[in-house]
């Protein structure tokens, strides 16, 4: 059998439906990969359970070499962390940032932890800061959030993930004109909820606005986890898709 990669999507501190993925997923083995396309946290209640499970009980469960990527909730936590704080990120409700320190905490009450981020233990910090960007095999390159545009003398194209500049593009964009654009080598995402992207334009059930997304080279795997919706990944090189509802 050859080499196979997962691509799993936002998780979201929701912890249940990340085990409910897992249970759907095939026996994977030594010659396998599991790529986490980042945000592990916030929003759900279980910020904390997700990392553990991820860090620590999962290389006890497969053989298959795991990649976990930064994603742009990661980030912004670095950006607490490191600068004293960012109530820009932290105060709005939609963020999930209460709910994080709660998972770490056991309340959500003290707010100069949550402005600071002083709650993070140390080592969870660190392995924050050791998350790649972005990863590529012989199937697709896989990073959070999608790729810039570059112009140059030969005319515009795609940026690769190790060209990007600033590199924070690479956890942020959401720029419509990647999803309705971009070719080149296959491509995995997350960041973008799949329902914000054009249906029309999706070869993945079109029926289904809240599933995965796919438009040629681009396949969008944000199905709402950790907000009412569920956790989806893709297998390659088939591109099969599993996902966690329904369990």
Same mark, same amino acid.
């Given at each position: 059998? #050859? ?31 599991? !790529? ?29 070499? !795991?990649?976990?990527? &930064?994603?742009?909730?990661?980030? @912004? ?20 940032? &209460? ?25 969870? !910090? ?16 896989? !990073?959070?959030?999608?790729?810039? &545009?570059? #112009? ?15 590199? #924070? ?40 606005? @809240?599933?995965?997304?796919? &438009? ?32």
């Amino acid at each position: 059998m #050859s080499a196979r990669t997962v691509a799993i999507g936002d998780i979201h501190g929701d912890l249940v439906h990340l085990l409910a993925l897992w249970d759907h997923l095939p026996p994977l083995d030594a010659e396998d990969t599991i !790529v986490f396309l980042g945000d592990y946290v916030d929003r759900g209640p279980d910020s904390a359970g997700v990392i553990r499970w991820i860090r620590e009980v999962l290389p006890m469960l497969t053989e298959a070499r !795991v990649i976990c990527l &930064r994603g742009n909730h990661e980030d @912004a936590w670095l950006r607490v962390i490191d600068s004293g704080g960012w109530p820009e990120f932290v105060l709005p409700k939609a963020n999930g940032a &209460r709910e994080c320190l709660a998972s770490y905490a056991g309340s959500a009450d003290d707010r100069m932890a949550l402005l600071e981020g002083s709650f993070w233990p140390a080592d969870v !910090v660190a392995w924050l800061r050791a998350l790649p960007l972005w990863y590529e095999d012989a199937h697709a390159i896989y !990073v959070h959030a999608g790729v810039p &545009r570059l #112009s140059g003398p030969d005319g515009d194209r795609w940026a690769h993930p190790g060209e990007a500049e600033p590199k #924070s593009v690479l956890l942020w964009t959401r720029a419509n004109h990647f999803f309705r654009a971009y070719a080149g080598k296959q491509i995995v995402v997350g960041h973008t909820p799949t329902d914000l992207l054009p249906p029309e334009l999706s070869e993945h059930t079109l029926d289904d606005p @809240a599933d995965a997304w796919v &438009r040629g080279d681009v396949f969008a795997t944000d199905t709402g986890c950790g907000k009412g919706g569920f956790l989806t990944a893709v297998m390659f090189p088939g591109r099969t898709v599993y996902e966690s509802r329904g369990a």
